[in-house]
Protein backbone atom coordinates (compact mmCIF):
# COMPACT_ATOMS: atom_id res chain seq x y z
CA UNK A 1 0.00 0.00 0.00
CA UNK A 2 1.15 3.75 -0.84
CA UNK A 3 -0.25 6.57 0.83
CA UNK A 4 0.65 9.91 -1.11
CA UNK A 5 1.00 13.22 0.61
CA UNK A 6 1.30 16.52 -2.32
CA UNK A 7 2.35 20.33 -1.61
CA UNK A 8 3.70 22.99 -3.21
CA UNK A 9 0.33 24.15 -5.12
CA UNK A 10 -0.68 27.98 -4.41
CA UNK A 11 -1.98 30.82 -6.69
CA UNK A 12 0.28 32.03 -9.55
CA UNK A 13 -0.08 35.05 -12.49
CA UNK A 14 -0.15 33.31 -16.12
CA UNK A 15 3.16 33.01 -17.40
CA UNK A 16 4.50 31.72 -13.90
CA UNK A 17 5.36 28.80 -12.62
CA UNK A 18 5.01 26.14 -9.65
CA UNK A 19 6.70 23.21 -8.76
CA UNK A 20 4.30 20.44 -7.45
CA UNK A 21 5.64 17.29 -5.01
CA UNK A 22 4.33 13.82 -3.76
CA UNK A 23 5.49 12.71 -0.80
CA UNK A 24 5.32 8.72 -0.87
CA UNK A 25 5.06 6.54 2.12
CA UNK A 26 5.84 2.93 1.67
CA UNK A 27 9.03 0.71 1.14
CA UNK A 28 7.90 -0.37 -2.66
CA UNK A 29 7.33 3.47 -4.49
CA UNK A 30 10.28 2.54 -6.95
CA UNK A 31 8.19 -0.49 -7.94
CA UNK A 32 5.11 1.98 -8.80
CA UNK A 33 4.22 3.93 -11.51
CA UNK A 34 3.30 7.48 -10.56
CA UNK A 35 0.97 10.08 -12.36
CA UNK A 36 -0.65 13.47 -12.02
CA UNK A 37 -3.89 13.90 -12.58
CA UNK A 38 -5.90 17.41 -12.27
CA UNK A 39 -9.62 18.36 -11.55
CA UNK A 40 -11.29 21.92 -12.22
CA UNK A 41 -14.66 23.08 -11.03
CA UNK A 42 -17.82 21.27 -12.75
CA UNK A 43 -15.41 19.28 -14.61
CA UNK A 44 -13.98 15.32 -14.22
CA UNK A 45 -10.70 14.79 -12.83
CA UNK A 46 -8.39 14.20 -16.41
CA UNK A 47 -4.61 12.45 -16.99
CA UNK A 48 -2.33 14.93 -16.81
CA UNK A 49 1.56 13.31 -16.72
CA UNK A 50 2.80 10.34 -15.59
CA UNK A 51 6.16 8.57 -15.08
CA UNK A 52 7.08 4.68 -15.13
CA UNK A 53 8.75 3.28 -12.06
CA UNK A 54 12.35 3.72 -12.91
CA UNK A 55 11.42 6.86 -14.30
CA UNK A 56 12.45 5.60 -17.96
CA UNK A 57 9.19 6.34 -19.59
CA UNK A 58 6.66 9.61 -19.40
CA UNK A 59 3.71 10.43 -21.07
CA UNK A 60 2.09 13.92 -21.18
CA UNK A 61 -1.41 15.20 -21.94
CA UNK A 62 -1.01 16.93 -25.03
CA UNK A 63 -2.84 20.28 -23.34
CA UNK A 64 0.80 20.44 -20.78
CA UNK A 65 3.58 19.13 -23.41
CA UNK A 66 6.26 21.57 -23.59
CA UNK A 67 5.47 22.89 -20.40
CA UNK A 68 4.89 20.19 -17.54
CA UNK A 69 7.81 18.13 -16.65
CA UNK A 70 7.42 15.33 -14.25
CA UNK A 71 10.45 13.97 -12.46
CA UNK A 72 10.46 11.21 -9.28
CA UNK A 73 13.38 10.38 -7.06
CA UNK A 74 12.88 6.90 -5.83
CA UNK A 75 15.50 7.21 -2.88
CA UNK A 76 13.16 10.28 -1.49
CA UNK A 77 10.18 8.40 -2.39
CA UNK A 78 9.00 11.66 -4.12
CA UNK A 79 7.85 12.33 -7.43
CA UNK A 80 7.78 16.20 -8.80
CA UNK A 81 5.61 18.06 -11.30
CA UNK A 82 7.14 21.36 -13.02
CA UNK A 83 4.91 23.63 -14.11
CA UNK A 84 5.47 26.75 -16.83
CA UNK A 85 3.96 28.78 -18.84
CA UNK A 86 1.30 28.28 -16.70
CA UNK A 87 -2.33 29.28 -18.09
CA UNK A 88 -5.96 30.23 -16.23
CA UNK A 89 -7.57 26.62 -17.66
CA UNK A 90 -4.52 24.79 -15.66
CA UNK A 91 -6.54 26.06 -12.68
CA UNK A 92 -7.61 22.94 -10.99
CA UNK A 93 -6.90 20.34 -8.08
CA UNK A 94 -3.81 18.06 -8.66
CA UNK A 95 -3.61 14.87 -7.68
CA UNK A 96 -0.58 12.54 -6.75
CA UNK A 97 -1.59 9.01 -7.92
CA UNK A 98 0.17 5.65 -8.08
CA UNK A 99 -0.51 2.33 -9.30
CA UNK A 100 1.98 -0.78 -10.77
CA UNK A 101 0.97 -0.05 -14.03
CA UNK A 102 1.20 3.18 -15.87
CA UNK A 103 -1.46 1.93 -17.70
CA UNK A 104 -4.12 3.31 -18.78
CA UNK A 105 -4.04 6.72 -18.24
CA UNK A 106 -7.16 7.51 -16.47
CA UNK A 107 -8.07 7.94 -13.03
CA UNK A 108 -9.86 4.52 -12.61
CA UNK A 109 -6.14 3.03 -13.99
CA UNK A 110 -4.76 4.05 -10.42
CA UNK A 111 -5.44 2.54 -7.15
CA UNK A 112 -3.90 5.07 -4.86
CA UNK A 113 -4.28 9.00 -4.39
CA UNK A 114 -3.65 11.88 -2.07
CA UNK A 115 -5.99 14.57 -0.94
CA UNK A 116 -4.93 17.03 -3.83
CA UNK A 117 -3.72 20.61 -3.79
CA UNK A 118 -4.89 23.39 -5.28
CA UNK A 119 -3.23 25.57 -8.39
CA UNK A 120 -4.79 29.30 -9.16
CA UNK A 121 -3.54 30.66 -12.48
CA UNK A 122 -5.16 34.47 -12.72
CA UNK A 123 -5.46 36.27 -16.33
Known amino acids: QVQLVESGGGLVQAGGSLRLSCAAS????????MGWFRQAPGKEREFVIA????????YYADSVKGRFTISRDNAKNAVYLQMNSLKPEDTAVYYC????????????????WGQGTQVTVSS
Open 26 to 33: GRTFSSYA
Open 97 to 112: AADRIIWPLRPRGYDY
Open 51 to 58: ISWSGGTT
